[in-house]
């Protein structure tokens, strides 16, 4: 569990974060969202100590951080950037290995964790003999992401991690840290300030502006009753009801009965793809299925659009 | 009409037969003093000169070869012919000419030698860059070269040479001053790291020290080596006379301490400017990810500052050793021996030969090192 109690810092004479609380649950996928410069990258690397605050106290799992030695608290806390900041003078292996290697493990124990690294984020056995500037922008950050794994840390910390990949492998590297996420139960903050992100990895959002916490709670509860007119804008402005969508599975609406319709829709798809195949095929309804094709039920178009008893 | 492909050798030809056209091949005097009588390359054996022009007209035709590889051969080839016809022919031409003359006269060598020799070895030095030749094939062709040097000079080719004539005269002291002026280098350029990588740590920690630091160093740089060598000698002495103990370890106003001082002050500004430059251009979000990783400040140092600033700050210490070789010349104005010793020498005796037995060694261990911190940067950047 991480919290933060009143934290305010200032750089100069402008004021970065103010009087600024939040408590983060363990095992929640967090993701801070506001625009450039609201201070969501300063309150991150408040939880590593890069930057401390002025005023105000953080805990990580019940201890001060003021009390712990900064080099000791990284070392336990995964970090991601987002040029990756690799180094350029090591191979990608040594790069993944630089926490390990600093906490002196042995050769075994590295080459152990190599493999099972390699193995959780696919990556391609050929990268780990080359040096960064070999690499693409994808298979660096990739790098990037195992080195923040590499010690199994509690907590990982991710600053706009994927925001300069291009879409595909933007993609491919939600997938996989939202599926390690699922996995290991590991805590994840992570600061983005493209909205679409934020929803898709989500569990806990919290929504930032000028250095103040504006909003905080579930993505869904934050969609369906913004705080202010800066939050409805951030969060979706028009398209507030069709992010809606993308939060609530089929599952949800599903009726019992069967349809006259050949098209198929998976239980777990969210109702904006149910939209979509709905348009696509011009049928107001849908059959619903489970993993093995077997019906379970029928979705109708009426049902999304009075949805609100649905979340 | 064939097309030109290599515009340099072209020009070192027509320079070379320029020379031979217009200038002495040799010059023979009656003493050290007097003023001699200029000969010309047509004057002197016929085997040697005749290879001398073959090769010039070799560099001219080679500078049409279309062939890269052929052309890198061909330029070699002529151009050693071109080397080994005006040194061969110096040394048989002025045993000739000594045979004739009282034995106080004097054959120097002309400006012809020196502008066929140049062309040659710029010949080779093009063919080699061009040709992008690999580190073995470089270093054998510098061991061919020297080998046929000492080998000639050992046969005793050259004997009747003003060079070698006053060489022989100072035989026994040139070793002895050429570890002195290798002792004032090696003692400068340590003291200055000594002195400079702290100042560089202090520059990089206190923005506010670096103006001052850097303009300090940088008035320094702004006196002229002669003047700095002298201003020195005053404080230095009358510290000595103060503490007997400085004066017990050899420090006095004049000799070696007052040199290797100065040396260093000369050496402290570019050192400490490609130390300051180097570290300070170490990637920040790379020091960033390093410090939030966990690294500590020693092994963000010892581990990633330093290996990639590693090139910065041999290019600064290549810069640095080369200025002491050649500022260490001036060293023996206040007696602190050295090379420089020769060049004073023989401008005072008047003795052009001599000059040139301390000039060519500086020049000579300038390349050496520069060879040295080269070969070193290739290994750093490899990784890079």
Same mark, same amino acid.
């Given at each position: 569990m991480i919290v933060l109690c009143n934290v305010?810092?200032?750089?100069?004479?402008?004021?970065?974060?103010?009087?600024?609380?939040?408590?983060?649950?363990?095992?929640?996928?967090?993701?801070?969202?506001?625009?450039?410069?609201?201070?969501?990258?300063?309150?991150?690397?408040?939880?590593?100590?890069m930057i401390v605050p002025d005023k105000g106290e953080i805990e990580v799992h019940n201890q001060n951080i003021r009390t712990i030695?900064?080099?000791?608290?990284?070392?336990?806390?995964?970090?991601?950037?987002?040029?990756?900041?690799?180094?350029?003078?090591?191979?990608?292996?040594?790069?993944?290995?630089?926490?390990?290697?600093?906490?002196?493990?042995?050769?075994?124990?590295?080459?152990?964790?190599?493999?099972?690294?390699?193995?959780?984020?696919?990556?391609?056995?050929?990268?780990?003999?080359?040096?960064?500037?070999?690499?693409?922008?994808?298979?660096?950050?990739?790098?990037?992401?195992?080195?923040?794994?590499?010690?199994?840390?509690?907590?990982?910390?991710?600053?706009?991690?994927?925001?300069?990949?291009?879409?595909?492998?933007?993609?491919?590297?939600?997938?996989?840290?939202?599926?390690?996420h699922a996995r290991t139960a590991k805590t994840i903050v992570f600061v983005t300030h493209d909205m679409d992100e934020a929803l898709r990895l989500a569990t806990g959002l919290a929504v930032m502006n000028n250095g103040r916490l504006i909003q905080t709670?579930?993505?869904?509860?934050?969609?369906?009753?913004?705080?202010?007119?800066?939050?409805?804008?951030?969060?979706?402005?028009?398209?507030?009801?069709?992010?809606?969508?993308?939060?609530?599975?089929?599952?949800?609406?599903?009726?019992?009965?069967?349809?006259?319709?050949?098209?198929?829709?998976?239980?777990?798809?969210?109702?904006?793809e149910a939209l979509n195949l709905m348009l696509a095929r011009r049928s107001s309804s849908l059959c619903v299925v489970d993993e093995n094709g077997a019906r379970l039920g029928v979705i109708h178009l009426a049902d999304i659009i009075a949805r609100r008893d649905a979340l | 009409m064939p097309n030109l492909h290599n515009r340099v050798l072209l020009t070192l030809s027509c320079l070379g037969f320029a020379a031979i056209f217009s200038c002495g091949f040799l010059n023979h005097a009656q003493n050290r003093l007097a003023n001699g009588f200029a000969y010309s390359v047509f004057q002197g054996p016929a085997y040697e000169a005749s290879a001398a022009m073959a090769g010039l007209c070799g560099l001219a035709i080679a500078s049409f070869v279309w062939n890269e590889g052929h052309r890198a051969f061909a330029t070699i080839l002529a151009a050693g012919l071109i080397l080994w016809g005006s040194i061969a022919g110096a040394g048989h031409f002025a045993a000739i000419l000594m045979q004739a003359g009282p034995p106080a006269a004097r054959v120097s060598l002309g400006p012809a030698f020196w502008i066929l020799a140049s062309v040659s070895l710029l010949a080779i030095v093009d063919a080699v860059q061009r040709g992008n030749f690999g580190l073995f094939v470089r270093i054998s062709l510098g061991a061919v070269l020297c080998a046929g040097l000492i080998g000639m000079t050992a046969a005793g080719d050259f004997d009747h040479l003003a060079l070698v004539r006053e060489f022989s005269n100072i035989r026994s002291i040139f070793l002895t001053e050429l570890w002195r002026h290798l002792g004032l280098v090696g003692a400068?350029?340590?003291?200055?790291?000594?002195?400079?990588?702290?100042?560089?740590?202090?520059?990089?920690?206190?923005?506010?020290? +670096?103006?001052?630091?850097?303009? =300090?160093?940088?008035? $320094?740089? /702004? @006196?002229?080596? &002669?003047? *700095?060598?002298? !201003?020195?000698?005053?404080?230095?002495?009358?510290?000595?006379?103060?503490?007997?103990?400085?004066?017990?370890?050899?420090?006095?106003?004049?000799?070696?301490?007052?040199?290797?001082?100065?040396?260093?002050?000369?050496?402290?500004?570019?050192?400490?400017?490609?130390?300051?430059?180097?570290?300070?251009?170490?990637?920040?979000?790379?020091?960033?990810?390093?410090?939030?990783?966990?690294?500590?400040?020693?092994?963000?140092?010892?581990?990633?500052?330093?290996?990639? +600033?590693?090139?910065?700050?041999? =290019?600064?210490?290549? $810069?640095? /050793? @080369?200025?002491? &070789?050649? *500022?260490?010349? !001036?060293?023996?104005?206040?007696?602190?021996?050295?090379?420089?010793?020769?060049?004073?020498?023989?401008?005072?005796?008047?003795?052009?030969?001599?000059?040139?037995?301390g000039a060519f060694p500086i020049i000579l261990l300038a390349l050496i090192a520069n060879f040295f911190f080269e070969t070193l940067l290739g290994l750093a950047r490899r990784r890079l």
């Open positions: 305010s810092k200032t750089f100069g004479a402008t004021p970065a974060v103010f009087d600024f609380s939040l408590k983060i649950e363990s095992g929640s996928f967090f993701v801070l969202v506001g625009p450039s410069g609201c201070g969501k990258s300063t309150v991150l690397r408040m939880i590593n100590a030695d900064p080099e000791k608290l990284r070392r336990g806390i995964g970090y991601v950037i987002q040029s990756a900041g690799l180094f350029p003078h090591w191979t990608a292996a040594d790069n993944i290995l630089a926490v390990p290697h600093l906490l002196k493990w042995s050769p075994s124990q590295c080459a152990a964790r190599l493999d099972a690294l390699v193995a959780l984020l696919s990556i391609d056995r050929a990268l780990l003999a080359r040096y960064p500037r070999q690499l693409s922008g994808g298979q660096q950050q990739r790098i990037g992401v195992a080195r923040a794994l590499a010690a199994d840390p509690d907590i990982v910390l991710m600053d706009e991690p994927f925001a300069a990949l291009d879409p595909v492998s933007r993609a491919a590297l939600q997938d996989e840290i939202a599926a390690i709670g579930t993505p869904a509860a934050i969609l369906l009753a913004p705080a202010d007119d800066f939050v409805r804008g951030f969060v979706g402005g028009e398209d507030l009801p069709l992010r809606l969508l993308d939060l609530v599975p089929v599952r949800k609406l599903m009726k019992r009965g069967n349809a006259a319709v050949a098209a198929t829709i998976a239980a777990g798809a969210s109702l904006k | 400068a350029v340590i003291a200055a790291l000594i002195i400079g990588v702290p100042l560089t740590v202090l520059v990089l920690r206190k923005k506010a020290a +670096a103006g001052f630091v850097f303009a =300090s160093l940088g008035i $320094v740089q /702004t @006196i002229p080596s &002669i003047a *700095l060598f002298g !201003v020195l000698i005053a404080p230095m002495t009358r510290l000595s006379e103060a503490m007997p103990f400085l004066r017990a370890l050899g420090i006095n106003g004049t000799g070696p301490a007052p040199a290797i001082l100065a040396l260093t002050l000369y050496a402290l500004l570019p050192l400490v400017r490609s130390f300051h430059t180097g570290l300070s251009e170490v990637a920040l979000e790379v020091k960033d990810a390093a410090a939030a990783i966990g690294f500590d400040a020693r092994q963000m140092f010892i581990e990633v500052e330093l290996p990639l +600033a590693l090139p910065a700050l041999l =290019s600064g210490l290549r $810069v640095v /050793t @080369i200025q002491a &070789i050649g *500022l260490a010349s !001036v060293a023996a104005l206040i007696g602190a021996g050295g090379l420089g010793t020769f060049i004073f020498q023989g401008i005072g005796q008047y003795a052009l030969d001599l000059v040139l037995i």
